[in-house]
């Protein structure tokens, strides 16, 4: 069969036949079952860890919603403890004010009781007057019949008279002041009266604002006992959280020592596909599958690895120069002439990066389903990771596991170029 003369419209039809065979003999393969069991054993490991740090997460984001649950509440009551303090103020000002009005009454009470005192005097000191003035007109009504006397005996002589009259006019004079003065009295007396049941209304007023004060502190005092509990639950699930995250981080130490693991051991079933059991062979610049998403994968990508003589080196240091949408990645003097992929796309992992040294591919995506091509001629063997039927860990995973395709430049892998095609579709 000559496969260099095959017309594309039957390349697929024949990858998908070879497919069938090829993934039937990978079961009744014997040579890949040490490490197959390896890698079940450890992907076993690594899902049941995963599940713990899935937890650990879920764990962890219960923490920090807690804290932050608490946190808004201490802030809710912070800020109507705050209104409850200006509230707190405010009746105290009014208290001093009303304390002020209080103190100005009694000075104002006070003014008047003096007032009603002098009052009180100057009535006293004209009611002397006119008791003085009552003697005197007694005492010179006893003697009438002399002043009748001395009157006609001192012709001419009018002054007694005259200070009779006089002293009429002038008790006239002291009613009238008498009774102007026993009405200012009166209505001194309505005024402190008024200002005495003004300081009791005030007072009244006073006492109930000083209750308000109180009930409104009272309030203040067990919001802020309850805002205390919330800060102290606050901190006792931010300390929770910062041990999970100690806990969180230790495991995903933890993680990346198991993907190291399974790298290395998907290495070695790629180095123990030494030998292409069957006679499928494929042509460089051959469609040999399309950019999928199956297996642990979080979108359509081709994970492409290199190997000459058994080892591994950069596909970026053997490809041909290509300028990606985000990256430089080739030489100018390449081991291989085709890309893996057809059209562009982005360099999504490097080879052997710091974050993730064991990873011995490129990852790259073109975000749809470009076609995969043999980046050389070789033998072709397709499988099947299985991944999803143990895998349950914090990426997805689609169908039975990552299907891939392993092209070895001769039959025997051991010599030449090889290469692995990962995530299939
Ligand atoms: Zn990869």
Same mark, same amino acid.
């Given at each position: 069969?000559?496969?260099?003369?095959?017309?594309?419209?039957?390349?697929?039809?024949?990858?998908?036949?070879?497919?069938?065979?090829?993934?039937?003999?990978?079961?009744?393969?014997?040579?890949?079952?040490?490490?197959?069991?390896?890698?079940?054993?450890?992907?076993?490991?690594?899902?049941?860890?995963?599940?713990?740090?899935?937890?650990?997460?879920?764990?962890?984001?219960?923490q920090?919603?807690?804290?932050?649950?608490?946190?808004?509440?201490?802030?809710?009551?912070?800020?109507?403890?705050?209104?409850?303090?200006?509230?707190?103020?405010?009746?105290?000002?009014?208290?001093?004010?009303?304390?002020?009005?209080?103190?100005?009454?009694?000075?104002?009470?006070?003014?008047?009781?003096?007032?009603?005192?002098?009052?009180?005097?100057?009535?006293?000191?004209?009611?002397?007057?006119?008791?003085?003035?009552?003697?005197?007109?007694?005492?010179?009504?006893?003697?009438?019949?002399?002043?009748?006397?001395?009157?006609?005996?001192?012709?001419?002589?009018?002054?007694?008279?005259?200070?009779?009259?006089?002293?009429?006019?002038?008790?006239?004079?002291?009613?009238?002041?008498?009774? #102007?003065?026993?009405?200012? $009295?009166?209505? /001194? !007396?309505?005024? *402190?009266?008024? @200002? +005495? %049941? =003004?300081?009791? #209304?005030?007072?009244?007023? $006073?006492?109930? /604002? !000083?209750?308000? *004060?109180?009930? @409104? +502190? %009272? =309030?203040?005092?067990?919001?802020?006992?309850?805002?205390?509990?919330? !800060?102290?639950? *606050?901190?006792s699930a931010?300390t929770a959280a910062a041990a999970l995250?100690?806990?969180?981080?230790?495991?995903?130490?933890?993680?990346?020592?198991?993907?190291?693991?399974?790298?290395?051991?998907?290495?070695?079933?790629?180095?123990?596909?030494?030998?292409?059991?069957?006679?499928?062979?494929?042509?460089?610049?051959?469609?040999?599958?399309?950019?999928?998403?199956?297996?642990?994968?979080?979108?359509?990508?081709?994970?492409?690895?290199?190997?000459?003589?058994?080892?591994?080196?950069?596909?970026?240091?053997?490809?041909?120069?290509?300028?990606?949408?985000?990256?430089?990645?080739?030489?100018?003097?390449?081991?291989?002439?085709?890309?893996?992929?057809?059209?562009?796309?982005?360099?999504?992992?490097?080879?052997?990066?710091?974050?993730?040294?064991?990873?011995?591919?490129?990852?790259?995506?073109?975000?749809?389903?470009?076609?995969?091509?043999?980046?050389?001629?070789?033998?072709?063997?397709?499988?099947?990771?299985?991944?999803?039927?143990?895998?349950?860990?914090?990426?997805?995973?689609?169908?039975?596991?990552?299907?891939?395709?392993?092209?070895?430049?001769?039959?025997?892998?051991?010599?030449?170029?090889?290469?692995?095609?990962?995530?299939?579709?």
């Amino acid at each position: 069969m000559n496969y260099f003369a095959l017309t594309k419209k039957y390349t697929k039809t024949i990858v998908i036949a070879f497919t069938v065979i090829l993934l039937t003999l990978s079961i009744i393969v014997p040579v890949y079952a040490g490490a197959q069991e390896d890698l079940e054993n450890v992907q076993k490991e690594l899902a049941e860890l995963r599940k713990k740090q899935q937890e650990l997460n879920g764990r962890l984001g219960d923490q920090k919603a807690l804290s932050s649950k608490y946190g808004s509440e201490v802030y809710a009551l912070n800020s109507e403890i705050q209104k409850m303090d200006l509230q707190v103020q405010e009746k105290s000002l009014v208290i001093d004010e009303l304390n002020l009005q209080i103190q100005l009454l009694e000075q104002q009470i006070k003014d008047t009781i003096t007032q009603i005192e002098i009052t009180e005097g100057n009535i006293a000191k004209l009611q002397e007057e006119t008791d003085a003035r009552l003697a005197d007109m007694y005492m010179e009504t006893k003697s009438w019949d002399n002043s009748v006397n001395m009157m006609f005996a001192s012709e001419g002589n009018g002054d007694f008279v005259k200070d009779g009259l006089y002293r009429e006019a002038m008790q006239e004079d002291t009613n009238e002041k008498l009774d #102007k003065l026993a009405l200012a $009295k009166d209505n /001194l !007396e309505k005024d *402190k009266e008024k @200002l +005495e %049941n =003004d300081k009791i #209304k005030v007072e009244e007023d $006073k006492t109930l /604002l !000083e209750e308000e *004060k109180i009930a @409104l +502190e %009272n =309030d203040q005092t067990i919001l802020a006992q309850k805002r205390n509990k919330f !800060e102290s639950m *606050k901190r006792s699930a931010d300390t929770a959280a910062a041990a999970l995250a100690i806990e969180y981080e230790t495991m995903s130490d933890e993680e990346k020592k198991l993907q190291a693991q399974l790298d290395l051991l998907k290495q070695q079933i790629f180095n123990e596909v030494g030998q292409i059991p069957s006679g499928d062979y494929v042509a460089e610049g051959t469609i040999i599958g399309y950019e999928g998403n199956t297996g642990v994968s979080t979108g359509n990508h081709l994970h492409f690895e290199y190997r000459m003589n058994n080892t591994y080196n950069n596909p970026c240091s053997v490809l041909p120069g290509k300028q990606l949408y985000n990256a430089y990645c080739g030489t100018s003097n390449p081991t291989l002439n085709t890309w893996p992929m057809s059209g562009n796309y982005w360099l999504t992992s490097g080879y052997r990066t710091p974050s993730r040294p064991t990873h011995n591919a490129i990852d790259i995506s073109s975000g749809g389903s470009a076609a995969i091509i043999a980046s050389h001629s070789g033998w072709i063997y397709y499988g099947n990771d299985g991944a999803c039927s143990w895998y349950h860990g914090v990426y997805p995973c689609h169908g039975a596991g990552a299907n891939y395709a392993i092209i070895c430049q001769n039959k025997n892998c051991n010599t030449g170029i090889k290469t692995m095609y990962l995530h299939l579709r």
